[in-house]
């Protein structure tokens, strides 16, 4: 469970989160709409501990993320990061990619981390492409790339930050394929996403960001189409 | 002319072997200077931008005499060798510094963000991600400054070092056959140099497998 309470943070004068809150269970998805400089994306780097916080607290598991005893780089095999830029390692091939943290990380042997990237790749689509380099291919087929290789991790948790606006409109399709077919193997994930026909069937909730705050927070279909908040209200209006 | 060949070939070699180890060592600390003055960390960056400064605003030559006359009337009395191969590092560290430091700034910091959330400790993010991608795209930017460090090392000559100028310039002076002793070690520098970036590109084929831009 990741559980964010009344997270705090700014950067320099700008105050990016006004208090945070958001619980998350395991097996659910919740994805998180909003404008540019809401503060989404900012909330995920947090949960990560890529950001640190001002005050409030953050737990993954019952572990605070942001304590000086946390150990930080154990705290992120649980959660798995997918960027809006892919972040493909260019200087390996696709299998190499999704194998690296596997085996300098988790310590697995060679044979044993190869065999798990390769499952992960398989699991995105990208079985025949072991041998490929990142930047011989399309933007959806690195995106995927970049989820197994995250996957091969065995994350507990998905944190996903608007991992389709980079691409091409029709390559879009096939990444959230990948991500339905995660959301119904059940892993938890928060999604940062601008894709509203996503977040509205696969997300079990949505949460509206809106300066700093969660404005309105609930089901996924009522959210999407049925908003309370005017300002949800508002917000869908211009993006549907 | 010919019979000396053993002899103009050894210096040959010694020129390449003060090369090899001004290149390696000065790869060593050019990392370090580097990260130094990327950091930021107040005395050890001010230190770093010193060597860098002089290293680059002052002729090679007086880098040799002062590792040789200089430090030799502090009475630190270094072999040629010493004194050359020490300049050469010396010179060598300075220029990559600034090489290395624009190479880590090529690199995306989203690279590195996404090696930490993969749970890699920030030394394995250079060592596997970072580190591998600046040396490709700094590979040709060093490969200059070997061969740069190859002809430099004729100032050895000054100082009294048997490398392949210093061997040349004994040579032509017990024989009087001056243009012939100094063609041929132009000749020789000539090839050295070139096999040496012939080797360059046929390791980076082998290194440098993906493309990258």
């Given at each position: 469970m990741i ?6 943070k ?18 659910e998805v ?14 995920l ?10 005050s409030?607290r953050?737990?993954v598991d ?6 000086k005893?946390?150990n ?16 493909a390692?260019p ?12 085996r300098?990380?988790?310590?697995m ?17 990208l ?8 930047t ?12 197994a ?6 994350p ?6 608007e991992?389709t606006?980079a ?10 394929d ?11 994930m ?43 209200q ?7 | ?11 040959v070699?010694?020129?390449?072997h ?18 130094t ?5 107040k ?31 502090l ?20 220029y990559?510094?600034e090489?290395f ?25 250079y ?62 520098y ?24």
């Amino acid at each position: 469970m990741i559980s964010v309470q009344n997270v705090h943070k700014s950067f320099g004068d700008l105050e990016v989160l006004k208090g945070v809150s958001l619980d998350v269970p395991n097996g659910e998805v919740v994805s998180v709409i909003g404008g540019s400089g809401s503060g989404k994306s900012t909330l995920l780097y947090c949960i990560n501990a890529i950001e640190s916080i001002n005050s409030g607290r953050i737990l993954v598991d019952d572990v605070d993320v942001h304590s000086k005893s946390t150990n930080k780089d154990k705290l992120r095999q649980k959660l798995g990061m997918v960027f809006q830029q892919f972040n493909a390692f260019p200087h390996m091939s696709v299998l190499e990619n999704a194998a690296l943290a596997p085996r300098i990380v988790k310590k697995m042997s060679r044979e044993e981390a190869i065999e798990i990237a390769k499952k992960e790749l398989e699991h995105v689509g990208l079985g025949d492409k072991f041998d490929v380099y990142p930047t011989r291919m399309s933007g959806g087929q690195q995106q995927r790339l970049a989820i197994a290789r995250a996957l091969a991790m065995k994350p507990d948790f998905m944190l996903l930050d608007e991992v389709t606006s980079a691409l091409d409109p029709e390559l879009v399709g096939e990444v959230l394929d990948t991500l339905r077919l995660l959301a119904e193997e059940g892993m938890t994930m928060i999604c940062v996403t601008h894709e509203m026909g996503f977040a509205r069937d696969v997300s079990d909730r949505v949460a509206y960001f809106h300066q700093g705050v969660i404005a309105e927070i609930g089901d996924a279909k009522q959210v999407i189409g049925d908003p309370q908040n005017p300002l949800t209200q508002k917000f869908l209006s211009k993006v549907l | 002319m010919f019979q000396k060949m053993p002899e103009l070939l050894n210096g040959v070699f010694v020129t390449f072997h003060v090369s090899v180890l001004a290149m390696l060592i000065g790869v060593v600390i050019a990392i370090l200077l580097a990260i130094t003055k990327m950091n930021n960390s107040k005395p050890f960056c001010y230190v770093a931008t010193v060597w860098v400064e002089i290293a680059r605003n002052t002729p090679a030559l007086f880098q040799i005499y002062m590792a040789y006359f200089g430090l030799g009337a502090l009475g630190i009395h270094l072999s040629p060798y010493v004194a050359v191969l020490s300049a050469l590092v010396f010179i060598n560290a300075g220029y990559l510094t600034e090489t290395f430091r624009g190479g880590f700034s090529s690199i995306p910091d989203t690279q590195f963000r996404a090696s930490r959330s993969l749970g890699m400790s920030s030394v394995q993010a250079y060592r596997y991600i970072i580190l591998p991608q600046m040396l490709r795209r700094i590979y040709h930017p060093m490969t200059n400054q070997f061969v740069w460090s190859i002809l430099m090392s004729s100032l050895g000559i000054l100082v009294g070092m048997s490398e392949l100028s210093g061997t040349t310039q004994k040579l032509q002076s017990q024989s009087f056959r001056t243009l012939e002793f100094f063609i041929v070690a132009a000749v020789l520098y000539f090839v050295l140099t070139k096999l040496v970036l012939f080797g360059a590109s046929l390791l980076s084929r082998r290194l440098f497998k993906g493309d990258i831009g």
